[in-house]
């Protein structure tokens, strides 16, 4: 259990490190900074995991449409628990997010590992839906 935790660890700060490379400079990741520099270890894996929680959520919603009511609301409350822990996430972020958690390998195996295979795809296809409806 301490290797899969360390390598969940290693992961995220590897993921941390190319999205500062990608994002730097921009006015989520100063917010991201700024939220997040004074954390310590344990606020930062509380934020963590309340992000998993939602991901959870949608894991066991995995037979129902994507497109439905229910997921439409994880998608939501994804978005805000984003925007409530690091950033302002709107909908264009949270969409390139969406897509990550389908196209990124690593991203993907992460999410289904927490909370079941496939979890990773719905959520990106919920993502989309929401996205796609949501001008705010």
Not at 54 to 83: M, N, S, W
Request: glycine share 6%; hydrophobic share 35%.
């Amino acid at each position: 259990m301490a290797n899969v935790s360390n390598d969940r660890g290693a992961l995220a700060e590897n993921l941390r490190a190319e999205a500062e490379g990608k994002y730097a400079g921009t006015q989520a990741w100063r917010e991201y900074e700024r939220r997040t520099e004074h954390r310590s270890e344990a606020q930062n894996a509380a934020s963590a995991e309340r992000l998993m929680d939602v991901f959870r959520e949608f894991g066991r919603i995995l037979e129902t449409d994507p497109k439905g009511e229910h997921a439409q609301r994880l998608a939501a409350k994804l978005r805000q628990v984003i925007t409530e822990e690091y950033y302002n996430c709107t909908p264009c972020i949270l969409s390139g997010l969406g897509k990550t958690y389908a196209e990124d390998e690593r991203m993907r195996r992460f999410i289904d590992e927490a909370a079941g295979e496939g979890t990773a795809l719905f959520a990106s296809r919920a993502i989309a839906a929401y996205c796609a409806r949501s001008d705010t």
